[in-house]
C-alpha cells in the first residue's frame, strides 16, 4: 500500500484547474462545428448532414443546429469554406435554441435564468449528482465517469455522486430515451426533490441524434422533461460535461467562476 | 460425430445425404444453400464438428433466406436456407438445443411476430418491463431484487434479477434490450459512406472495432479492398481502443475493492490512451478516423512521437500492475469468482476474454486474420483458471500484447508510404460479411448493399453473446460478488441492444 501512495505523490499535480482556468482543447479536437460564412447559401448543404443538423432558411442563411450534430464532419469534407471544427470543449448551453449557430443578433430569451439562479443558493457546493442512461452508446457514461478520475477531479467543485435519486439534485441523462427507458426515467425524476436540474448529456439525449424517430420514441429528453441544460456532443468530452454541470449548478453566471 | 465423411460439397462435416449447395463468396466465408427443412440438421452437424455459434438472423440479398453463420477452422460458415416465410421458426429450433443460439433467435422470433409471448413469465426479450418480476424462486426465503434498469453509480442501462437468500445466489436473470434503438434498421438506405457514422455509434466504447467490421463488409461486399497503409491505421486505432476498455475494465475491479489508488492510477492511464487517441484523430473515441475504403487521414501527431507515448505508457504500466498484482486484498477478491467451466463456455459459444479466461484460444485477429493482423500475427493470450482474476490477467496479457503490435504497426506506418483510401463504386451492389475483434470479444456485420445504398445490415455483438453466459457464473459466489464478476465480464449494454 505505501509503494501505491509513494507512486501518487513523486507525480506532480495533473488534475484541470478549469473552470478557474481555460482549459485548451489539443489541435484538431473535434469539439463542435463552426460556421465560416451562413450568407447566401445554396440549399443543398443541408442534405451534406446525416442527421438534418444543417439547415438554410429562405433567406439562404446556413444554420448549424448542435443538438442535432453528431461531429461526423461530413460537412466539414465537402464545404471547408463554409463549415470547420472548433477545437473547443465548452459547448453546453441553457437552452435548446442557443445551440444553433450563428445565432441571431439579439440574444434567445432564457426563461431558465432566474429558477436556475435560485437552485444554484439551495445547492451550491454540496451538489449530488445522479445519472440515468436512456439508451446511449456507452461513451457518454464513459465520460462521465471520467470526471471522478484525477484528471478531472470534480468533487473539488463539491460535486458528489449519489446512488439513489431522492438524495440527488442533478441528473443527468444520457441517450435518446428508448420505450423501456421512458417509465424509469420519469419516476427517478419524480423522486427527486426540488430545487433539482436536469442535464441532457449527449446529441442523443439532446434531440435524438442518430436515431430511428416514430416508434422507437427516442426523440431526445426534451418530449418528455424539461431539460435545463443541453450538453451536446458525440460524446461530449468530460470539461463539456463539467461546463454542464456548473451551468446546472448556477456556478457558471455570464461565464464568469461564482464560486 | 456425424457419420458422414463426404458430401457433394466436399465438406468433412456435413452429413453425406444433405443436399448443400456451395456459393461464390468472398475470402474466409464459406457460404452453403440448404433447404429450409434441413436447415436444423446442417447446424447440428456443424456443432458436432465443434463449430462456434455466431448468430442467426434474415438476410434479403439474393432472396429472403434464413442465414446462420458458424465459425470453424478459420472459416465464417454461412448456411443460407431461402424460404418465403422468413423462416424464424427454423432459428427457434436451434435455440433449443444450442444455449448459444436462444437468444438470437429470442430476438428474431419477436422481431418477425410481434405478439409472441411464449417465454414463461410473459417477458418479452426484445421489449423489456422493468416492473415484471419472475416470482418462481428457487426456494424458501429466496427472494429476487430487481437490479436495474436505473442503477447505481454511473453504468448503461440492463436489468439483473438475482435470487437470493441473501447471501448465495442460486439464480440470475439477465434481462438487455431496455437500450434497444433500432440501430440495424438505422443504416437502410443510408450511402455506405455514411453507414460507418451509424456503426461508429452502436457501441461507443467499441468505435473503432465496429467502424472495422461494418467497413471491411461493405469493402468485401463491393471488392474494393483498403490499401495496406489504412489498415495499418486501423490496426493502431484498434489496439488503442481496446487498451483503453481493458484499463476501464481493470480501474473498475479496482474500485469495486476500494483499493482508489490503484483505480486512480488505472483511469490515469486509460484517460492518457484517451488523450492520445484525441490528439490523433481529434476524437477520444477516434470517431471519424475509419471510413469504408480507407481511413480518413493519417494520424495527426508524428510517429515518433506515437512511439515515444507507447514507450511512457508502457513503463507507467508495467510498475501499476506489478503492485496491482501484488496487492492481496484485490486479488483475494478476484481469485475463485466467478468460475466458468471451459465445457459451459464452449457451450455458449462465449468469445473474447472472457472464453480466453476460460482456456479457449478463440480471437477473431489469430481465426480469420484481417487487415494489417495477417501480417502483424497476433499471439493469443489465454488462462486456464475461469475465474474473474483470469478474465483480468488475460486483460494485463493483452495490454502488453497490443504494445507489441502497436509497436510493430508503427515501424512500418514509418517504413512504408502509400495511399489512404480506395474508393467505392458509386452505384456498387453485394452483401458480405465483416469482422473484427472488438475488446468485448468477436464482432460480426453482415452488410446488403444494393445500387450504392445499404439495404439491409445485422450486427452479431459481442455483448449479446457473452451475456448468456452471465446467468451461470455464480456458482459458488455470494452477492457481494456480483460486481466482481460483472466487471470481469467488461461488457457493453449498448452494442447488446443495439
Given amino acids: ?259 | 460425430m456425424t457419420s458422414a465423411i463426404r458430401d457433394p460439397a466436399g465438406l468433412p462435416y456435413l452429413p453425406a445425404h444433405l443436399e448443400v449447395v456451395r456459393e461464390a463468396a468472398p475470402q474466409a466465408e464459406l457460404r452453403l444453400r440448404v433447404a429450409a427443412t434441413d436447415f436444423d440438421l446442417a447446424a447440428r452437424a456443424l456443432k458436432d464438428a465443434g463449430a462456434r455459434f455466431v448468430t442467426v438472423f434474415l438476410a434479403d440479398t439474393p432472396e429472403p433466406a434464413l442465414v446462420g453463420a458458424f465459425a470453424l477452422q478459420g472459416e465464417l460458415i454461412v448456411l443460407r436456407a431461402p424460404s418465403s416465410d422468413g423462416g424464424a421458426h427454423a432459428a427457434t429450433a436451434i435455440g433449443d438445443w444450442w444455449p448459444a443460439a436462444r437468444w438470437p433467435a429470442q430476438e428474431l422470433l419477436e422481431r418477425q411476430h410481434p405478439t409472441v409471448g411464449d417465454h414463461p413469465t410473459r417477458h418479452r426479450l426484445t421489449a423489456p418491463d422493468a416492473d415484471l418480476l419472475d416470482h418462481r424462486v428457487a426456494g424458501l426465503d429466496v427472494f429476487t431484487i430487481p437490479y436495474g434498469p436505473v442503477r447505481s453509480g454511473i453504468f448503461e442501462a440492463i436489468q439483473f434479477q438475482i435470487e437470493t437468500g441473501g447471501e448465495d445466489v442460486p439464480h440470475i436473470q439477465t434481462r438487455p434490450f431496455f437500450k434497444h434503438r433500432g440501430r440495424e434498421q438505422r443504416f437502410v438506405g443510408l450511402t455506405p459512406d455514411d453507414g460507418v457514422y451509424v456503426a461508429e455509434r452502436v457501441a461507443g466504447i467499441a468505435t473503432v472495432a465496429y467502424a472495422t467490421a461494418y467497413s471491411q463488409a461493405v469493402e468485401r461486399a463491393l471488392d474494393t479492398p483498403p490499401p495496406a497503409r489504412a489498415e495499418r491505421w486501423r490496426a493502431v486505432y484498434g489496439e488503442l481502443e481496446r487498451m483503453a476498455c481493458h484499463l476501464d475494465v481493470i480501474a473498475k475491479e479496482a474500485e469495486t475493492t476500494a483499493l482508489y489508488v490503484g483505480q486512480a492510477r488505472f483511469q490515469i492511464l486509460k484517460e492518457q490512451v484517451q488523450r492520445l487517441r484525441a490528439r490523433l484523430t481529434g476524437s477520444r473515441f477516434a470517431r471519424g478516423a475509419i471510413v469504408p475504403g480507407g481511413v480518413r487521414r493519417d494520424g495527426a501527431i508524428a510517429l515518433d512521437e506515437l512511439l515515444a507515448a507507447v514507450d511512457h505508457f508502457e513503463r507507467d504500466l508495467r510498475r501499476d500492475r506489478r503492485l496491482f498484482l501484488g496487492t492481496a486484498s484485490m486479488t483475494d477478491r478476484l481469485i475463485g469468482a466467478g468460475r466458468l467451466d471451459r465445457t459451459l463456455v464452449e457451450e455458449y459459444s462465449a468469445i473474447g476474454p472472457l472464453a480466453r479466461g476460460s482456456g479457449l484460444s478463440t480471437d477473431t485477429r489469430h481465426e480469420r486474420p484481417y487487415g494489417d493482423y495477417e501480417r502483424l500475427g497476433v499471439r493469443v493470450i489465454t488462462r486456464p483458471e475461469g475465474d474473474a482474476m483470469a478474465r483480468v490477467n488475460v486483460r494485463f496479457g493483452e495490454l502488453a500484447e497490443s504494445l507489441r503490435l502497436l509497436r510493430q504497426a508503427i515501424d512500418q506506418l514509418r517504413r512504408h508510404d502509400g495511399q489512404l483510401a480506395n474508393p467505392l463504386p458509386a452505384s456498387g451492389s453485394g452483401a458480405a460479411f465483416g469482422w473484427a475483434e472488438a475488446p468485448q470479444g468477436e464482432l460480426v456485420i453482415w452488410v446488403e448493399i444494393r445500387d450504392g445504398l445499404i439495404h439491409r445490415v445485422h450486427i452479431a455483438s459481442p455483448s449479446l453473446r457473452n451475456w448468456a453466459l452471465f446467468d451461470h457464473a455464480f456458482p459458488r459466489d455470494v452477492l457481494t460478488d456480483f460486481a466482481f464478476i460483472e466487471h470481469s465480464f467488461g461488457l457493453t449494454p449498448a452494442g447488446a441492444d443495439r
Avoid at chain 1, 12 to 21: F, L, S
Avoid at chain 1, 152 to 163: K, P, S
Avoid at chain 1, 240 to 251: K, N, P, S, V, W
Fill in chain 1, 1 to 259: 500500500m505505501l509503494e501505491w501512495i509513494a507512486r501518487g505523490l513523486h507525480k506532480r499535480r495533473i488534475t484541470t484547474r478549469y473552470p478557474h482556468r481555460e482549459e485548451r482543447a489539443p489541435a484538431g479536437f473535434r469539439g463542435s462545428i463552426a460556421v465560416l460564412d451562413p450568407e447566401d447559401a445554396a440549399s443543398d448543404l443541408a442534405r451534406l448532414c446525416p442527421t438534418g443538423a444543417i439547415t438554410v432558411d429562405p433567406q439562404r442563411r446556413l444554420r448549424v443546429d448542435q443538438g442535432r450534430c453528431i461531429l461526423c464532419g461530413a460537412c466539414v469534407q465537402a464545404a471547408p469554406e463554409r463549415f470547420a471544427f472548433e477545437h473547443r470543449y465548452e459547448t453546453a448551453a441553457r437552452t435548446r435554441s442557443a445551440l444553433t449557430v450563428p445565432q441571431d443578433a439579439e440574444p434567445a430569451v432564457e426563461p431558465l435564468r432566474a429558477t436556475l439562479g435560485e437552485q444554484a443558493r439551495a445547492l451550491r457546493r454540496s451538489i449530488h449528482v445522479r445519472h440515468i442512461d436512456c439508451g446511449s452508446d456507452g461513451s457518454e457514461e464513459w465520460e462521465i465517469q471520467a470526471l471522478w478520475n484525477p484528471y478531472y477531479d470534480i468533487q473539488r467543485l463539491g460535486f458528489f455522486l449519489t446512488a439513489a435519486p431522492r438524495h440527488a439534485d442533478v441528473l443527468l441523462v444520457t441517450g435518446p430515451v428508448t420505450t423501456a427507458m421512458r417509465q424509469p426515467l420519469e419516476r427517478t425524476w419524480q423522486v427527486m426533490p426540488a430545487p433539482k436540474a436536469l442535464v441532457a448529456v449527449g446529441t442523443d439525449a439532446c434531440s435524438g441524434g442518430l436515431s430511428v424517430p416514430g416508434e422507437l420514441g427516442a426523440g431526445g429528453v426534451d418530449a418528455l422533461l424539461a431539460v435545463d441544460v443541453y450538453v451536446p456532443g458525440s460524446p461530449p468530452p468530460p470539461i463539456a460535461i463539467m461546463h454542464g454541470l456548473l451551468l446546472a449548478a448556477g456556478l457558471l453566471v455570464n461565464d464568469a467562476v461564482a464560486l
